[in-house]
Structure formats: C-alpha cells, structure tokens
C-alpha cells in the first residue's frame, strides 16, 4: 500500500518549480509509505508524479516507484496490490517477456504494455488506484478499483495546472490549489456524514467512481478534456443479476461462495511481510478468519479491541470465536480518554469533512495491529453484499406503511408538517415530559414530512438514513442526498436488491471503505477486504433476495458458509455497530471540546451556515431534550476540519 501524487503543469512552470511542488505534494503521503519515496519529472511534458512506498511485496529496489516499463513508454505510481499479479505474470512470460524483479506493479506495466490499458485493468484481480503516463502520446491515465477500496482524488488549481493524489491534502499541498468550499458537498455531508463521490469539499477536486478510468491529453488541461470510461458498473453487474438469477439451490449457491471465498482469501494472504486479521465476532470477519485459518499452517493472528461500556464492547465475542478456530488472538481494552486523544487528528487524517464516529475505534484497532503485522484482513462488504443491516428489514416495512396513503394525500401532509412551528411542537414535548420522557417533536415531525413527500423507495430509503435535520437546512439555500439515490430511483426491483445497490455505490465506498482506509494508511497498515473480490460481488448481485434474508434472518447464505467452520450457537446474536458513546460525551468529557469550536467559529462560517439553528441543536443535545449526537458530530467535525485546513 502506498501514496501516490502529482501533476501536469502549464507551460510556464521551469524544473525547480515543478520540483518544488512535485515534493511537497508527495511528503504529505509519508505515512502512507514509510519504506521508500520517488519522484519523477518529465520537464518537457511539464509532468511529475511522486510516490510513498509500504513494502508489501518485493521488498527489494526493484520494487521502487515511480516506476517504467520494460519499454520506457509508460511510467506509474501506484497504490494497491494486484492479487492475481502471478498469473499475469506467467502468461506474460509466455509471450516473452522478463521481469526485473517479484512485484506485481512491475507485471501491471508489462500488462499495460501488452495488453493496452482498458484491458489490462478489466484482467488486474485487485484494489488499485494508479496513475500513469504515456511518454509516447503525452497522455495521462488515472484507474480506480471497481469498488472503490483505494482512494484517488483529482483537481484543477488556479494556474491551470491538473493535479492527483491519494489523498485530498496532497492536492492541497500544490501551491496553486485554491481552498473554495463546495456548499453543494457540504450540504451533502451534513445529510450523510461523508461526502459522496465524485464531490469533494472543495469546488475545484473530485473523486475519481469506481470501476472508472480517467483520460488526459497534454493538449489541455481544461475540464472538458478529461475524458473518463467506465471499465466496471456495479449498477450494470445489479441488472444483470436481475435479468439472469442465479436458479441453483441453496446448497449449490452456498459451495458457490464458499470456493470464491476461499479462492479470495488465498489470493489476499500473498505477501512478503506478515499478514493477521481484523476480528469483531461478527459473521463477516470470522468467516474471513475462518477460511483463513483452513489455508494456513499456523496460527492465524488477530486483533479486536474492547471498551469497558459493556453496550459497545465485543471483544469477549471476538475472543470466543477466536478460541474455537484457534487464531494467535491479541486484544486491547481502550479507556474512553485512549479514544479520545485521537479526535484532535481527525482533520489530519480524514483530511475533508468524515464524521463517521467508528473512525475512531477503526484507527484504535489499525493501530494495536499494526505493531505485529503489515497487513491486515478485514471482513467489510459483507453486509451490503449479502443484506446485513437491521434497516433492510425496517426500511420496506416502513414505506409500506406510507404508501397506504396515495401520494396525493401525504404530499399536502408534509407541507402542513413542515410549517408547524417548531417552538410549539417542543412545548408538547415539554409538556409531555411532565408525565414521562421529555420529547423533541419538532425533529420527529420533520424527519416524518421529509420521508412522507418521497414517491419512490430509494430517495425514500436515501433519505430515511440521512441525518435528522431542523427545520429548514444547516446550509443556506442548499439540501440534498447523495444524487446517485436519485440516478437509482425508479428501479423495479425487490426492497432488499435496491437497498444493497444503493449502499454498495454510495455508503461503502464514501464511508466504509474511507474509514478503513485512512484509519490503517495513517498507522502504515495495509487493509484487504476479500469479501469485497469482484468475482463474490458479481455471483452476490446474482442471487435472489431469499438467499440473503430468510425467516427474518440477515447474510443467510454467507451464515451457512461460516456453520461450516463455527457452530451457530457462538454466532446468532443480535448484530452490533462498531461505535462509541459520543451523545453521552459531549455532554460530559468532550463538552469543553465542543463549546470551544462553537464559541470560536469563523465569521465566514456563519454567513454560510443557519448558525442560529446549530446552537439549537447543541442546546438541546445539552439538555436532554434531543439525542442530537450524529448531527453533532457532523458540525464539529466540519469546524475542526476548518481550523486546520481552511483558516
């Protein structure tokens, strides 16, 4: 795993200043790659790429980046692993071809070479995200993996120049980049937590889709001239699914996923430096540890973290599972100031606006890992593969409900909802507190008028799990939900197929896959997600909706896998989130936290954002009258990211 940067400069820019540039761009990914660093420069296409570099494979010289191929023609920086580098590298040798050295960028260049690039990316087995350039015909090539493991932003800066990176502040680091808030993407992320792709906070970067390859021809660096290709559709590979279902049995769809499984885990345990695991407990992860434990010859090692708050902790779970398989197991109990001290670096390593609280226990576990081994495998996709989430039962229940009402009917409701003042509301809520437990209405009522003036499911289901809101957005003039829910609406399909479509483009990529991301690449940990192989996810979007949940229970297909290896007994359990308690702390340790970035927010914030309406939402969060914490999170998060990268 790596870090990657760089850009086509306008003519006027001479060596030294591309240097310059080139330099501090790429220091700012010194975490991502600790092991190496390179930087190339072609002044005469006023090119320059950088490269940080975690050995994983080869760890000799020849595994140096930026790194060309055999014919000079081509040039990469590249972050990922290629899991099936081996057998490309054979039919390549078969064609005449040797290699220098064992790593598989070296293979992916040769392929490229061969095979052209479109095709070359439609053979790599893998998690990527690379750049590179055609000396030949001066064009620039940027690939993002079909699911969207491997970040890769890219931008324009002020000067004209067309910059790229793994991370958002190595483009903040080119010293043209102008920092201008996108209040669309901020919107967004207010809804969401995490800002969807292909936005970025900023109005001048985007993130590159998965499954797409970008285009660049020196000739202009303008934005109509970068041309980009989907090489992969998840949403093509759903309908697909749809037309043709998979029509075998239970049994057969079962021995299907267990092969892929294994076929995947055996290809994510190549590596030159020691590899473990991640493990919650949960279905996900020990099926992963599981077959992992059936390949090797020794003890597999893992790591699960546990809090004392017995509502968050799964570490004895953890621990049980990893007896029964008998894995090298290492856990750590975490103390709420441990958790904590990472929040002042959020900003620093989710450097846009995330606010997904699990960030933290995610970067606690990456860091206990990474002091036994360089990598590590993790069992996330598996609920939206294979319909794992509580709300793919409520959320269809719920829309039935509403749709007992003709839309005719619900649209002038939500209107009427809509304008009830919010004051009036709270009273009741007040007043109902008198003989009970105090509610705040006013939220109850407009989550209510937001979801019942929907007429299709997915802007329903899109905006059902977005954030509770006040009245009237944070952001003036702006509200919205990530729009690839409004692309997927319309769709006739089952409840179940819709929901794990519209998480495995927008929530899995945008805020699982981040999270993981930058929680192990800020520790020098690379992060495998075998469930997430391109082969599982085509035979998942293949099956029927039974075969996912039955008799009201998630991941049954995937939970006849893991029977295989782990009685039921130590499995059936209600699922738990990956959380922590950040309602309960910001009314108490983190309350001085909070009150400082409120207290101290820029002006220019407040010209922006309904200022008046996020002091209610802290004070009620204070009093008790709301449970606020995620909405809260959000607006802290955002403030601390503009401390440190916008003031």
């Given amino acids: 795993m790596c870090g990657l940067t760089g850009f086509f400069a306008p003519d006027s820019h001479g060596f030294g200043e591309i240097e310059h540039s080139i330099r501090i761009m790429t220091n700012t990914l010194c975490h991502r790659g600790p092991d190496d660093q390179g930087v190339w420069i072609d002044e005469a296409s006023k090119i320059a790429m950088g490269h940080t570099r975690l050995s994983i494979l080869d760890l000799s010289p020849f595994g140096h980046q930026p790194m060309f191929s055999h014919n000079n023609r081509y040039v990469i920086v590249f972050n990922g692993e290629i899991y099936n580098f081996l057998e490309i590298k054979k039919e390549l040798e078969g064609e005449g071809y040797k290699f220098k050295g064992g790593s598989d960028t070296e293979v992916m260049l040769a392929a490229i070479e061969s095979f052209g690039i479109e095709k070359a990316i439609k053979s790599f087995i893998g998690m990527f995200a690379f750049a590179v350039f055609d000396i030949k015909e001066r064009l620039l090539y940027l690939a993002r993996d079909r699911m969207g493991i491997k970040p890769l932003y890219y931008g324009w800066a002020g000067d004209g120049a067309f910059i790229f990176g793994s991370e958002l502040k190595s483009l903040m680091a080119y010293p043209g980049f102008e920092r201008n808030i996108n209040l669309d993407s901020l919107s967004l992320y207010f809804r969401h937590n995490y800002i969807p792709a292909p936005f970025t906070i900023f109005k001048d970067a985007f993130k590159l889709l998965p499954g797409t390859f970008l285009v660049l021809d020196k000739k202009g660096f303008s934005k109509k001239n970068a041309e980009i290709k989907t090489f992969w559709s998840t949403r093509q590979i759903w309908q697909e699914g749809q037309d043709k279902n998979f029509k075998g049995s239970g049994e057969e769809a079962v021995n299907i996923l267990d092969d892929l499984l294994t076929d995947s885990v055996r290809l994510r345990l190549i590596s030159d430096v020691p590899v473990g695991a991640f493990l919650s407990g949960g279905i996900d992860s020990s099926v992963v540890v599981a077959i992992m434990q059936r390949i090797n010859t020794s003890s597999v090692k893992t790591f699960s973290i546990g809090f004392y708050d017995t509502e968050y902790n799964e570490a004895h779970h953890a621990a049980t599972i990893a007896k029964k398989l008998g894995t090298d197991h290492t856990e750590l109990y975490v103390t709420p100031k441990e958790s904590m001290d990472i929040i002042p670096e959020i900003p620093r390593i989710w450097d846009e606006p995330f606010a997904d609280s699990s960030q933290i226990p995610t970067f606690l576990l990456s860091q206990l890992t990474r002091q036994h081994v360089t990598v590590s495998l993790s069992g996330d996709g598996g609920d939206e593969l294979f319909g794992g989430y509580s709300r793919y039962a409520i959320a269809p229940d719920l829309w039935k409900k509403i749709s007992l009402f003709p839309f005719f009917v619900r649209k002038p409701a939500s209107l009427i909802m809509k304008n009830f003042s919010g004051n009036y509301l709270n009273f009741l809520g007040f007043f109902a507190g008198k003989f009970g437990r105090r509610i705040c209405f006013s939220s109850m009522i407009k989550r209510l008028s937001e979801i019942s003036n929907l007429k299709d499911f997915t802007e329903f ?58 929680a192990s690449m800020a520790n020098a940990l690379e992060a495998r997600v075998p469930i997430l192989d391109h082969r599982i996810v085509q035979f998942a979007l293949s099956l029927p909706e039974t075969f996912k949940i039955r008799d009201n229970q998630s991941k049954w297909i995937l939970r006849q896998v893991l029977y295989r290896y782990i009685p039921r007994d130590l499995i059936e359990r209600p699922k738990m989130g990956f959380g922590i308690p950040i309602g309960k702390w910001l009314r108490s340790d983190l309350l001085n936290w909070a009150e400082s970035l409120i207290q101290g927010a820029d002006n220019d914030i407040k010209e922006y954002l309904h200022w008046d309406k996020i002091l209610k939402i802290w004070s009620e969060h204070k009093s008790g009258c709301a449970n606020h914490q995620y909405v809260l999170w959000n607006i802290l998060v955002y403030l601390a990211w503009y401390d440190k990268w916008k003031k």
């Fill in 461 to 518: 289901y899109g905006m059902l799990y977005s954030h509770f809101l006040p009245f009237g957005e944070l952001v003036r003039g702006k509200d919205n939900i990530a729009p690839l829910f409004k692309e997927i609406s319309g769709k006739k399909s089952g409840f179940i197929d819709i929901m794990c479509l519209c998480d495995l483009m927008t929530y899995l990529p945008d805020d699982i896959l981040t999270k993981v991301d930058r």
